[in-house]
């Protein structure tokens, strides 16, 4: 049984910057893909960005370009999401969600998620 478990957010200023974290377990993930996606008070869960955990291929949405980075540790089958340049737009619950086979930013084609960590941005 696949398990998603993120962790690392928390209060920080605008500005600022935050590393989160999602440990993955229950399969290997060689051929799978890793996301990020997030969803704020009222608003629908939108994609933030992936990873290839092969390939090591990554991608953003737009609104993160530039000031989010996605990585993996294959030893510690991790995967992080470094967060700088933070804004008040940024504050959401932020999930990693996992699936096979190619990346994709729409978030019904990943089977796995993770219970989420709460990112606030305060200005």
């Known amino acids: 049984q696949v398990q998603l478990v993120e962790s690392g957010g928390g209060l920080v200023q605008a500005g600022g910057s935050l590393r989160l974290s999602c440990a993955a377990s229950?399969?290997?993930?060689?051929?799978?893909?890793m996301g990020w996606f997030r969803q704020a008070p009222g608003k629908e869960r939108e994609f933030v960005s992936a990873?290839?955990?092969?390939?090591?291929?990554?991608y953003y949405a737009d609104s993160v370009k530039g000031r989010f980075t996605i990585s993996r540790d294959n030893a510690k089958n991790t995967v992080y999401l470094q967060m700088t340049s933070l804004k008040p737009a940024d504050t959401a619950v932020y999930y990693c969600?996992?699936?096979?086979?190619?990346?994709?930013?729409?978030?019904?084609?990943?089977?796995?998620w993770g219970q989420g960590t709460q990112v606030t941005v305060s200005s």
């Open positions: 990873i290839s955990w092969a390939v090591g291929s990554t």
């Open positions: 969600a996992v699936k096979a086979g190619i990346l994709t930013t729409n978030s019904p084609a990943y089977d796995d």
């Open positions: 229950g399969r290997s993930f060689w051929r799978y893909v």
